[in-house]
């Protein structure tokens, strides 16, 4: 790929591609928006990097936004959505010491997918990768998603936490039911076990509110941002509540942390997106995406289409790698993210055109693998 445009990327060879994968969930703002490239070069031009030694204004600028903007009191500023896991793991490691007898255990949820460093592997959900990285770090326990009874009889006195996302993005896109979310808060309350929300790829807008765990009338305890916090640019989050202010200085840290450039575009982005009628278009545009999928589920081989905002998928009984590849060739950049799952997760900036413009594409690819396939 040479060159991106609002919801359009271009390759070397000036083939244009509609792209409703947008660096998997990652440019809210579609590519090369003005506001990022005027960002990077104010912030570049006045600090590029200081040291997590000190902190530095649009830190602490950025920092007090997310604050105001959530339920949440503190932040540690990061690059990547697996270092915000770490963080967070470290966070209910910490708690567990110091606050529960030495609980270290954390639960998390079957087809779930929360990084790749080895002990984010270790928390998510699928076992392909696992063995050749052997031995993975211990202390995670999984269970079926969607499933209370599951957790409560995981939830021991061991356990210091349990990290969730409230819906799963690469599995394929499986939203927590709302009495599951509720009951689970308040059954961790009741056994003093941590709730972490991944918000890795629900934060940040993507859902149709600011985050996602407004949509479900809780409060977690920590919450960890990425992908579109950046808006393209390398950027994660972890947010957590005053009580679990517990980290002593130096003991969660790295070169990156706080930096400047990410922090200037982060504050940048969020001004940009937590508007009503930005978020509102979110919802309006997925909606009509559902809507029209639907209708197209009566005539071709898709089903369950699902989603809140514009993190939406549905099956399909075709190949999804062929129908990706197809798309592909014919100038439409959709994720296949299982064997019969398509994931659709396109600028939060689409309008209706855009959207009519991806079906249209997305039907003929339709047409021409089911009438090949006979
Ligand atoms: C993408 C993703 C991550 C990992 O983020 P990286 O920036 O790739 O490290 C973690 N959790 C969820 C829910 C994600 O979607």
Redesign the pocket.
């Known amino acids: 790929m040479d060159r991106g445009a609002g919801v359009y990327l271009w390759d070397t060879s000036g083939k244009q591609y509609l792209d409703f994968i947008q660096g ?1 969930a990652v440019n809210s703002l579609g590519h090369s928006p003005k506001l990022i490239a005027d960002t990077l070069f104010k912030q570049a031009s006045t600090l590029l990097n200081c040291s997590p030694a000190y902190f530095n204004t649009p830190q602490l600028q950025f920092s007090h936004d997310l604050v105001s903007s959530s339920c949440f009191d503190r932040v540690f500023l990061m690059s ?4 915000a ?1 770490e963080s967070a793991i470290k966070l209910a490691r910490k708690y567990g010491k110091v606050k529960k007898q030495g609980a270290f255990k954390i639960i998390t949820t079957l087809s779930s ?4 460093t080895l002990a ?1 592997m270790s928390a998510t959900g699928k076992t392909q990768w696992k063995e050749m990285y052997a031995p993975m770090p211990g202390g995670f326990v999984h269970v079926p998603f969607n499933d209370i009874e599951a957790m409560k009889s995981a939830i021991d006195g061991d356990t210091c936490a349990v990290m969730l ?1 409230l819906i799963q ?2 599995g394929g896109v499986n939203q927590a039911d709302l009495t599951y979310i509720q009951t689970l808060k308040a059954y961790c309350e009741e056994q003093n076990v941590l709730f972490i929300a ?1 918000e ?2 629900t934060g940040f807008g993507r859902t149709g509110t600011l985050f996602c765990y407004e949509q479900y009338g809780i409060e977690p305890d920590i919450m960890t941002l ?2 579109g916090i950046g808006g393209g640019f390398p950027m ?1 989050a972890m947010l957590c509540k005053e009580a679990l202010n517990i980290f002593e200085a130096g003991e969660q840290g790295g070169t990156y942390t706080g930096q400047p450039l990410a922090a200037a575009v982060g504050r940048a982005v969020l001004t940009e997106i937590n508007t009503q009628s930005f978020l509102d278009n979110v919802i309006r545009q997925g909606q009509f995406l559902r809507t029209q999928l639907d209708a197209l589920s009566t005539t071709y081989p898709i089903s369950k289409v699902r989603g809140n905002g514009l993190l939406i998928a549905f099956d399909t009984s075709i190949s999804a790698t062929d129908l990706a590849t197809l798309c592909f060739e014919s100038g439409l950049l959709i994720n296949a993210s299982g064997p019969h799952t398509i994931r659709l997760i396109p600028a939060l900036i689409v309008d209706k055109e855009h959207c009519e413009e991806m079906l249209s594409i997305l039907t003929q690819c339709l047409i021409r693998l089911t009438t090949d396939g006979k």
């Open positions: 998997w990547s959505g697996a270092e896991n997918f929360h990084g790749r984010t996302e993005g690469e991944d890795v790829q990425g992908k994660s």
